[in-house]
């Protein structure tokens, strides 16, 4: 098992997008802008966030 982490922040407002996106967003454990939260890096976690990439940033840790 890798132990590698992904920090992503949710910096764009979903309010208007798509209802599949605002449930992914919520997946990922984002609440409210300017939230952050790390997760592991795996092909789930970084399907969901391919999904949504234009609402987040993320950092390599």
Not at 33 to 58: A, F, Q, W
Request: proline residues 3%.
């Amino acid at each position: 098992m890798s132990d590698k982490k992904i920090k992503v922040t949710l910096v764009r407002s979903v309010i208007g997008t798509k209802e599949s996106h605002r449930a992914t967003v919520r997946g990922l454990g984002l609440r409210r802008l300017n939230h952050s939260v790390e997760l592991p890096d795996n092909p789930r976690i970084r399907g969901m966030i391919t999904k949504v990439s234009y609402l987040l940033k993320c950092e390599g840790q």
